[in-house]
T-cell receptor
Framework: DTGVSQDPRHKITKRGQNVTFRCDPI?????LYWYRQTLGQGPEFLTY????????KSRLLSDRFSAERPKGSFSTLEIQRTEQGDSAMYLC?????????????FGPGTRLTVL | GQSLEQPSEVTAVEGAIVQINCTYQ??????LSWYQQHDGGAPTFLSY????GLEETGRFSSFLSRSDSYGYLLLQELQMKDSASYFC???????????FGTGTQLKVEL
């Protein structure tokens, strides 16, 4: 399967702990996006990369959140000092920008539960 | 400011046609995407309209009117497997980021 993959699929942690999620995009996709989705809501944009450069971060992304895409391939999203409000599905999407158009393909997500 | 409106729920019978409307207000608008999401699943891309008019992809069609800030998704020959949430998502900004609302939950009944 050559789709977007995310690891882990589920993560349960205690409040105050740090967690890290990984996203492997579709090969050769130059853009990678992170979204967060809570129950009954649509995904909310968090941040995106073009190759290894992080080009935009949402105001939703507090200082406790950091994302990297060191070699322009996989990406990690780290949440420090987790809070119960961080419980959500974290979705990664990738796309290949051609001109001004790209289509985002989503991974299966990592479901985070903070106790 | 930004706003996005879709009906919260739509119910239809198998074999029927259903239209899900979407009105939006946003800056830096490039186009309108539609995604399908089954419970517990990831959003799946359905369609994208950059220009006014109708785009057809199999049983699904999507329409956009930029002047009216309005679009719709048309699903024909409904099947039970079409029961899912459907999101219209304006594409905005240099990053082509998607803005999702709360979506429309479609229930297909026998």
């Amino acid at each position: 399967d050559t789709g977007v993959s995310q690891d882990p699929r589920h993560k349960i942690t205690k409040r105050g702990q740090n967690v890290t999620f990984r996203c492997d995009p579709i090969s050769e996709h130059n853009r990678l996006y992170w979204y967060r989705q809570t129950l009954g809501q649509g995904p909310e944009f968090l941040t995106y990369f073009q190759n290894e450069a992080q080009l935009e971060k949402s105001r939703l992304l507090s200082d406790r959140f950091s994302a990297e895409r060191p070699k322009g391939s996989f990406s990690t999203l780290e949440i420090q000092r987790t809070e119960q409000g961080d419980s959500a599905m974290y979705l990664c999407a990738s796309s290949l920008l051609r001109g001004v158009r790209d289509t985002q393909y989503f991974g299966p997500g990592t479901r985070l539960t903070v106790l | 400011g930004q706003s996005l409106e879709q009906p919260s729920e739509v119910t239809a019978v198998e074999g029927a046609i259903v239209q899900i409307n979407c009105t939006y207000q946003t800056s830096g608008f490039y186009g309108l995407s539609w995604y399908q999401q089954h419970d517990g699943g990831a959003p799946t891309f359905l369609s994208y309209n950059a220009l006014d008019g109708l785009e057809e992809t199999g049983r699904f069609s999507s329409f956009l009117s930029r002047s009216d800030s309005y679009g719709y998704l048309l699903l024909q020959e409904l099947q039970m497997k079409d029961s899912a949430s459907y999101f219209c998502a304006p594409v905005t900004g240099g990053g082509n980021k998607l803005t999702f609302g709360t979506g429309t939950q479609l229930k297909v009944e026998l």
